[in-house]
């Protein structure tokens, strides 16, 4: 009898928060001055939502995010997928520290690597570009999509990659026509951290993209309405909500291979 109820409060307070954040997103505001303790709106408007769109430019900001998350996910699995199976399959000299070295990377915190990283692409002269921007989200996100993906890959049966090898398959087609196929929960699993990443990540969008605003991520668009004191609550939880929105349709989209792909690799009995 405890177990439903325990699930129903941990879902009420994970919950609660997103649903205040939209009912205040459809509240007039003049409503919301009045009656600032009332959580159900009287009167449902869309308005905020325009201005957040049209007006703050959310539409652009959507659009390049939309272009860095994507391309992040793209490339990142491009390199990763290789990578890991060379890890996973491969015996080389180093192999070991390798797979450590890979996430070594994240003993150092973003702030330590953003000044290095500034005058970088600021001599590269991708500062303020979405490409500079994609290449720091893809060097962030490839050590551990690699680490993720090796423990995968080790669960495929040899046996399989061997009955390939006999029909005449090389390591490539091997990796295309059967790991690939098989490894579905996985890259799921990592594709979907990598676009979380690129889509929520802050600092570096701030240092790189702050002086040119028709590049903005949604991130940093929010931000920029959360410190001006012109901007109603409503239209800030607008953004909020446009920013929440595609993480959550994307995540219960592919619940079901991101549960299995976390889970693969983990010792059963």
């Keep these: 009898m405890l177990r439903p109820l325990v699930i129903a409060f941990l879902f009420l307070i994970t919950a609660f928060p997103f649903l205040y954040m939209l009912m205040l997103s459809v509240r007039d505001i003049q409503e919301l001055i009045l009656e600032p303790g009332s959580l159900w709106p009287r009167d449902f408007t869309l308005d ?59 003993l150092f915190p973003a702030i330590v690597l953003a000044i290095p ?56 087609s ?17 594709g979907l951290y990598a676009f979380m990443i690129a889509w929520n990540e802050f600092l570096f969008a701030l240092l790189f993209l702050v002086e040119r605003r028709e590049s903005w991520t949604v991130s940093l668009g929010l931000s920029q309405l959360a410190g001006s004191i012109e901007i109603p609550t409503t239209v800030l939880m607008a953004g909020s909500v446009v920013l929440t929105l595609p993480i959550v349709i994307v995540f219960f989209a592919s619940e079901r291979l991101l549960t299995q792909g976390l889970t693969a690799g983990a010792e059963k009995g």
């Design 174 to 190: 091997t990796i295309w026509r059967v790991v690939l196929p098989l490894s579905k929960p996985a890259l799921m699993a990592t």
């Design 48 to 106: 905020t939502y325009v201005d957040v769109l049209t007006r703050q430019g959310f539409l652009i900001f959507l659009r390049n995010s939309a272009i860095v998350a994507v391309a992040s996910v793209a490339v990142t699995l491009l390199i990763s997928i290789p990578g890991a199976y060379a890890v996973a399959r491969l015996r080389f000299f180093g192999r070991r520290q390798v797979h450590f070295l890979f996430l070594a990377v994240y």
């Design 117 to 172: 990283l500034f005058v970088l692409l600021t001599m590269l002269g991708l500062r303020g570009s979405l490409v500079g921007l994609i290449l720091v989200y893809i060097a962030q996100t490839v050590p551990v999509t690699v680490y993720m993906l090796r423990n995968y890959f080790e669960t495929v049966p040899r046996s399989v990659e061997e009955a390939a090898a006999i029909d005449g398959c090389t390591r490539l």
